[in-house]
């Protein structure tokens, strides 16, 4: 008898059998409030009817068509409907199926098109689980253990989280920065150096965003010393920070940037954008797969562009990320243990330290298991799984995200207060 592999770890008890909109329902028939959102993937809620109809369609034509053998009717309708979302000069596309590869394409372009070898990449940043793209990770050390040697020519520089360091954040990004110099001066001259990779938004490393100065500054040397910045937009993409790119709140101005997830509300699929003088620079056959850009897929995120467009959910993003922000305010301001609220958007953590200041992990666990079982579902992240992140679909409503608040008072007071 197969079984699945006992190291997968599940982090809620739901068995789902079926999803609509922000919710998720067990065999029971009950009903769960999704702020998972699939890790951010099912940005138009479970099954929303736009994207279910779409890809019945397409099932019903065409599965299948390996897109360097042949091209297919979506693929190309979908590369000419992101022309209307891409940030300017960002005008080709090559398509995977994961973050991850999606990441290794990035990669391997930045190499081939500079002809240097070396990355460098920003603590507590996220880029995948396969050897190349954990190799860039730092979120976590569960994600790169394990597996050495891991790929060479990555060089790690601090990222601006204040709350980290515990200075402000100009203090923060001004030591960044500082500190990225150093690490061109004595780790990886610039002239070794392909690019720099970061998120705009730490996923894994905690909601902690970036800001307009450390993308000012990241681009300024960027072109001072012609090294590529790609912006890793895997989880920022596609509204869920309250802009289309979590980038544009920092005008981070990518040569490269990084999507999936969100991209085609659960059907697997990512790509990476660059502009055509830098894309022409791959090496020929450098690009491909065989599952990559298909035709489902495709479809369902043409369906999902439609949908964030035409129910304005890139503005609902906001406005709904405005309104939970403040409900987990109020929680926090009456549990000292919640020491930081922070995101963008529909992408906010709540951060839980002990009586010593430390990463309390075992709390914000606690905490996770228990709205679990009064119907929230939520994860954890950050560096000690010290925080709880709320990143429900974007189709998220007023009332929802009011219950969802009430929940997680609930869950909060039951675990910190024993009521």
């Known amino acids: 008898m197969a079984e699945l592999s006992p190291v997968l770890k599940q982090a809620t008890p739901v068995v789902a059998t079926r999803g609509e909109g922000v919710y998720l ?8 409030l999704d702020f998972t959102a ?47 979302v891409l940030p300017e000069g960002l005008d080709r596309m090559f398509f995977a199926n994961s973050g991850s590869e999606a990441v290794e394409a990035a990669l391997r372009l ?20 396969t050897v190349a793209a954990a190799s860039l990770t730092t979120s976590g050390t569960k994600f790169r253990s394990g597996f050495s040697p891991l790929m060479a020519g990555v060089q790690v520089s601090p990222f601006p989280d204040p709350g980290h360091f515990g200075w402000s954040q100009e203090e923060t990004t001004e030591f960044a920065l500082k500190q990225l110099d150093y690490t061109l001066q004595t780790l990886t ?52 920070t309250g802009k289309f790119w979590g980038g544009d709140h920092f005008d981070a101005r990518a040569d490269i940037l990084i999507t999936a997830k969100g991209l085609a509300s659960g059907f697997p699929l990512s790509g990476i954008a660059a502009s055509n003088v830098l894309m022409e620079k791959a090496w020929p056959g450098s690009q491909g797969g065989t599952y990559g850009a298909n035709a489902v897929a495709c479809a369902a995120a043409l369906a999902t562009l439609d949908v964030i467009q035409e129910e304005g959910l890139v503005e609902n993003s906001a406005t709904r990320g405005k309104q939970l922000r403040a409900a987990l ?41 228990e709205a679990a079982k009064r119907g929230l ?8 799984g010290q925080c709880v992140r709320f990143i429900p679909a974007l189709v ?24």
């Open 25 to 32: 329902y067990d065999a029971d028939d009950r009903r769960y």
């Open 38 to 84: 699939g890790i951010g993937v099912t940005s138009t809620g479970h099954c929303h009817p736009k994207v279910v109809a779409a890809a019945q369609e397409q099932v019903g034509k065409l599965i299948h068509g390996q897109y360097t053998t042949v091209m297919h009717e979506p693929l190309l309708k979908l590369v000419d409907r992101l022309g209307e």
């Open 110 to 129: 930045a190499r081939q098109a500079t002809g240097r070898p070396n990355i460098v990449v920003f603590h507590g940043g996220f880029h995948g689980r």
């Open 189 to 240: 001259s610039p002239q070794d150096t392909a690019a720099f990779l970061v998120e705009p938004v730490l996923g894994e490393g905690g909601y902690v965003p970036a800001n307009t100065e450390f993308f000012a500054g990241l681009r300024e040397r960027a072109d001072k010393h012609g090294i590529l910045l790609v912006v890793d937009e895997v989880q920022t993409g596609w509204g869920r």
């Open 329 to 369: 305010d109020e929680v926090a301001a009456r549990h000292p243990q919640i020491t930081d609220v922070r995101g963008l958007g529909l992408m906010i953590a709540n951060e839980f330290r002990d009586e010593h200041g430390a990463p309390d992990g075992a709390t914000s666990a606690a905490v996770q298991q």
């Open 377 to 384: 579902l939520l994860l954890n992240n950050g560096a000690w």
């Open 396 to 419: 998220v409503g007023e009332q929802d995200v009011a219950e969802a608040a009430g929940i997680w008072g609930e869950a909060v007071a039951a675990v910190l207060d024993g009521r």
